[in-house]
Each structure stands twice: as C-alpha cells, then as structure tokens.
C-alpha cells in the first residue's frame, strides 16, 4: 500500500485548509486511517483518525471541533479539513493506514504512511 498526502501549503491564521490522502496499490477499505503531524523540533502528534468506514472518528483535544476528518472508501481517498487554522498548526502532516479496523492515537497502530505534506500558518 502507498499512501500520498497533499493539499499542504501556506496559509494565513483562521484559514481553511484541505488535506488529501490518495492510497493505492493493495489498499483494503476494512482498515481504519489517522492523520498525524510533527512540528519542527517536535515529536509526531496525532491529530485524528476515521474508521473503516466513516462512521467514527477521534480527534486530539487539540484539533477537535476545528479539524474533520472523512474517506471516499470508492476512490481510495481520506481527507482532513482544517479550519481556523493557527500558527501553532505548522507542522508536516501525515496520513497512515491502520492495522485494524479503527483508527489509533498510537503511532504504532498504524501499517502505512504516507510522505508528508508541509502546512504553515503564519500569524
């Protein structure tokens, strides 16, 4: 499985910003997937993540109520929709693939990972 992340860029405080994750190759729609970022000079944080089939999601406190995640499991895509965008956002974002069914706060519950995707926020 090859997962591609994209949509990152610069934006400004209280933007919105979308992020994509495209899978392909032997991608199965009964796994679970998350987001996760890290911050330079930081350690990986997780943001969120979505079930198999999108009916749950789980958020860090600190995106909840501000960041939606959601799949189109027909064409193999997650996406997470970052609104009111602050500085302390500015991270490389990642999208994985999980090992179960749902998604993980646990870097280790995940299979898969995609390169990065660079988002800043300028204040």
């Known amino acids: 499985v090859q997962l591609q992340a994209s949509g990152g860029g610069l934006v400004q405080t209280g933007d919105s910003l979308r992020l994509s994750c495209a899978a392909s190759?032997?991608?199965?729609?009964?796994?679970?997937m998350g987001w996760f970022r890290r911050a330079p000079g930081k350690e990986r944080e997780f943001v969120g993540s979505i079930s198999w089939n999108g009916g749950s999601t789980y958020y860090a406190d600190s995106t909840k109520g501000r960041f939606i995640i959601s799949r189109d499991n027909a064409k193999n895509m997650m996406y997470l929709q970052m609104n009111s965008l602050k500085p302390e956002d500015t991270a490389v974002y990642y999208c994985?693939?999980?090992?179960?069914?749902?998604?993980?706060?646990?870097?280790?519950?995940?299979?898969?990972w995609g390169q990065g995707t660079l988002v800043t926020v300028s204040s």
């Open positions: 190759g032997r991608t199965s729609s009964n796994n679970g």
């Open positions: 994985a693939t999980s090992l179960r069914a749902y998604g993980s706060n646990e870097p280790s519950g995940y299979k898969y």
